[in-house]
């Protein structure tokens, strides 16, 4: 997706889940993307609303983390409401 599309789209939320990588990996592809001109014109940007989640493990993985990973999303969208402990190992603030 390019950033254009994506600030059409003005997202609340953003979860940055690169195939294949762990968080660390994640946050070390990160930095070109927040150095976008306009990456923090974005509502999610702006907000605070930007997770990185382990996508190694949890969300391009068939299997029975499928569960887990809806828990993921739960917490992280609706965290007044959903507490199941993913959060520092699964997913992170941005």
Same mark, same amino acid.
């Given at each position: 997706?390019?950033?254009?599309?994506?600030?059409?789209?003005?997202?609340?939320?953003?979860?940055?889940?690169?195939? @294949? %990588?762990?968080?660390? #990996?994640?946050?070390?592809?990160? /930095?070109?993307? +927040?150095?976008?001109?306009?990456?923090?014109? !974005?509502?999610?940007?702006?907000?605070?609303?930007?997770?990185?989640?382990? @996508? %190694?493990?949890?969300? #391009?993985?068939?299997?029975?983390? /499928?569960?887990? +990973?809806?828990?993921?999303?739960?917490?992280? !969208?609706?965290?007044?409401?959903?507490?199941?402990?993913?959060?520092?190992?699964?997913?992170?603030?941005?």
């Amino acid at each position: 997706v390019e950033l254009d599309q994506l600030a059409a789209e003005a997202p609340e939320a953003i979860l940055l889940a690169c195939r @294949g %990588l762990s968080i660390p #990996h994640v946050r070390e592809e990160t /930095v070109a993307l +927040t150095n976008l001109p306009g990456w923090w014109d !974005l509502p999610a940007a702006r907000r605070e609303q930007v997770f990185v989640v382990d @996508g %190694l493990r949890y969300f #391009h993985s068939p299997g029975p983390q /499928v569960v887990e +990973t809806l828990e993921i999303i739960a917490e992280i !969208l609706h965290p007044e409401e959903f507490q199941f402990g993913h959060g520092g190992e699964a997913w992170q603030l941005l």
